[in-house]
């Protein structure tokens, strides 16, 4: 089992750069693909990138693709979410999330994720 804690949330103006981290303790994080997702309010949950357990595939949803990047340092068991030219519509909670059976397959819905960390607030104003 492993345990997930982001941090780096905050609140931004527009056009400006966050960096997530997710910090995995008790299983190794390399024994995982990973995935960050989002939630706004009144919205589902909604799948922002993901990055199979070496960082040798990665994948984004179309929102974001070309400002966000998923990277992962299996050497100090965390994963980052690099997220640059925000705007007011990546306002969410954003989710980190552990996918121990495929861990060399991209994942886009979260069913397919085992475990869940509790989620860092991102506020960007316009």
């Known amino acids: 089992q492993v345990q997930l804690v982001e941090s780096g949330g905050g609140l931004v103006q527009a056009g400006g750069s966050l960096r997530l981290s997710c910090a995995a303790s008790?299983?190794?994080?390399?024994?995982?693909?990973m995935g960050w997702f989002r939630q706004a309010p009144g919205k589902e949950r909604e799948f922002v990138a993901a990055?199979?357990?070496?960082?040798?595939?990665?994948y984004y949803a179309e929102s974001v693709k070309g400002r966000f990047t998923i990277s992962r340092d299996n050497a100090k068991n965390t994963l980052y979410l690099q997220m640059n030219s925000l705007k007011p519509e990546d306002t969410a909670v954003y989710y980190c999330a552990a996918d121990i059976d495929d861990i060399a397959t991209i994942n886009v819905r979260g069913r397919y994720y085992d475990y869940w960390g509790q989620g860092t607030q991102v506020t960007v104003s316009s």
């Open positions: 990055i199979t357990w070496n960082g040798g595939s990665t």
């Open positions: 008790g299983r190794a994080l390399r024994n995982y693909a």
